[in-house]
């Protein structure tokens, strides 16, 4: 089992910028490749971006690319997600998720474990 603490949400204003963490405790973190999800109300999950446990490969959806930055520090058991440069349309739940080595990371169904999100919320 992995337990997953997400951290740093908040009410910002479009233009601004929000660090999410993501605490994992349990299971060998580098043992786990993790990514970012987000979900607004009414849409469907979505996914941010991943990172492999090594923390040298990343991916992120193309309209997420030069404004958030996904990171992690295995010897705090943490992933963060730098978001830079907020919209209105980010407004979301944003979910940490941990997945074994090696799947392809930009599926929901790639993951094994969920935080509970944190709540983002962008004003215009």
């Known amino acids: 089992q992995v337990q997953l603490v997400e951290s740093g949400g908040g009410l910002v204003q479009a233009g601004g910028s929000l660090r999410l963490s993501c605490a994992a405790s349990?299971?060998?973190?580098?043992?786990?490749?993790m990514g970012w999800f987000r979900q607004a109300p009414g849409k469907e999950r979505e996914f941010v971006a991943a990172?492999?446990?090594?923390?040298?490969?990343?991916y992120y959806t193309d309209s997420m690319k030069g404004r958030f930055t996904i990171s992690r520090d295995n010897a705090k058991n943490t992933v963060d997600l730098q978001m830079n440069t907020l919209k209105p349309e980010d407004t979301a739940v944003y979910y940490c998720?941990?997945?074994?080595?090696?799947?392809?990371?930009?599926?929901?169904?790639?993951?094994?474990?969920w935080g509970q999100g944190t709540q983002v919320t962008v004003s215009s």
């Open positions: 998720a941990a997945a074994h080595l090696g799947t392809r990371l930009t599926r929901g169904d790639d993951y094994r474990y």
């Open positions: 349990g299971r060998t973190f580098n043992n786990y490749d």
């Open positions: 990172i492999r446990w090594s923390g040298t490969t990343t």
